[in-house]
């Protein structure tokens, strides 16, 4: 009898191991699961931030454009026409790198919050107008400098990350500028600190 009890002790144990050490497998397999869809390949990486700085820049040459029919200020324009052209050398630099390095075929998109937010510009004028815009595109480039921060971390291809370096650097100052006019011109002046830090 003694020996009967051992037995089913060594038994009960034997089962609590296995168990624990199917527990043990099961969370190490769902965690690397886990960490492959939070972090993707390279190669998805690259295609996903492609085209979606295609369209952001979309976006952004659609704003530029209508701030320089609209803008009040001289600065504001000549700046619109260099984020205007300057991101349409880009998008078209970025469609042909789908193209040759992952033969995707991609036109810019853009969504029904990028209309509105088109749609309420159109209906400012002046002084009105250079606020909004200019607080509208600071945003949207400190969106940008987000996205290029982690094609700098995942992205591969030589290409790709001067031109998030590129991004980074240039609307950093853009937003830096625009945040400066907002205060001289505007007297928009407000957490100017703080956001500016965001971006340092």
């Known amino acids: 009898m003694e020996m009967d009890r051992d037995a089913a002790v060594i038994t009960k144990k034997t089962v609590f191991l296995i168990a624990l050490t199917l527990v043990f497998a099961f969370a190490v397999a769902h965690a690397t699961t886990g960490r492959a869809i939070a972090h ?3 190669e998805l990486f690259e295609i996903r931030f492609l085209e979606a700085t295609i369209d952001h820049h979309a976006m952004a040459v659609e704003m530029a454009t209508l701030c320089e029919q609209q803008a009040a200020r001289s600065e504001l324009k000549t700046l619109c026409r260099t984020i205007s052209s300057t991101q349409s050398q880009e998008i078209e630099e970025m469609q042909a ?4 390095w992952y033969e995707i075929t991609y036109e810019p998109r853009m969504n029904d919050a990028d209309e509105r937010m088109i749609n309420e510009l159109e209906r400012l004028k002046g002084a009105d107008f250079d606020t909004a815009f200019m607080l509208e595109m600071s945003t949207h480039h ?3 400098i987000r996205m290029a921060s982690d094609a700098l971390l995942l992205a591969f291809h030589e290409d790709l990350l001067e031109l998030a370096t590129d991004i980074t650097a240039t609307q950093g100052e853009e937003i830096r500028q625009m ?6 011109f505007y007297e928009v002046c ?3 600190d703080v956001e500016l830090t965001d971006i340092s």
């Open 40 to 42: 993707p390949s390279p």
């Open 97 to 100: 790198w789908l193209q040759s």
């Open 142 to 144: 400190r969106t940008a």
């Open 179 to 184: 945040r400066e006019w907002l205060c001289d």
């Open 190 to 192: 407000k957490d100017l």
